[in-house]
């Protein structure tokens, strides 16, 4: 796990377990691992991408572009069971939305940051489904 900065490592465990409800993305994909798989594998493909469209919709202080992008990112974080940062995409969204992006740096950096959580919860998912299957 990756330490929060300035927190110890049983924080950064708690954060992980907070960052991405396994239980929910569990159901959300009926117990199927390979779906499971399929979509961290899809949202790790996406999610860099969205971030940068969404640093260019801040730097361009284009609305239109960061409501997309925060629209497209919060989705992908809701089918992972990842609540907190699919409401944070969601306030990008709304900022996009509003026509105002002159307070979205900062959203912009805390996203950033509970994405690293996001991923490396993702990834411990990952390795526990892939272990269970494999001792099935």
């Known amino acids: 796990a990756r ?10 465990l708690c954060s992980l377990s907070e960052a991405v409800d396994a239980t929910e993305l569990l159901a959300l994909t009926e117990g199927d691992t390979a779906l499971l798989l399929e ?3 899809m949202f790790r493909e996406n999610y860099p991408g969205l971030m940068r469209s969404i640093q260019e919709a801040v730097d361009q202080k284009d609305s239109t ?4 992008a925060g629209h497209a990112l919060r989705g ?5 069971g990842a609540a907190n940062a699919s409401r944070m995409a969601g306030e990008l969204e709304a ?3 509003s026509g105002d992006l002159s307070g979205a740096a900062p959203p912009v950096a805390r996203l950033g940051d509970e994405l690293i959580l996001v991923s490396a919860a993702l ?7 892939s272990f269970e299957d494999s001792h099935r």
């Open 76 to 80: 992908s974080l809701s089918n992972l």
């Open 123 to 129: 990834d411990s998912i990952c390795r526990e489904v």
């Open 3 to 12: 330490p929060v900065p300035g927190g110890s490592v049983s924080e950064s």
């Open 65 to 68: 572009a960061m409501e997309r």
């Open 39 to 41: 979509l961290v594998e």
């Open 95 to 97: 900022l996009g939305s």
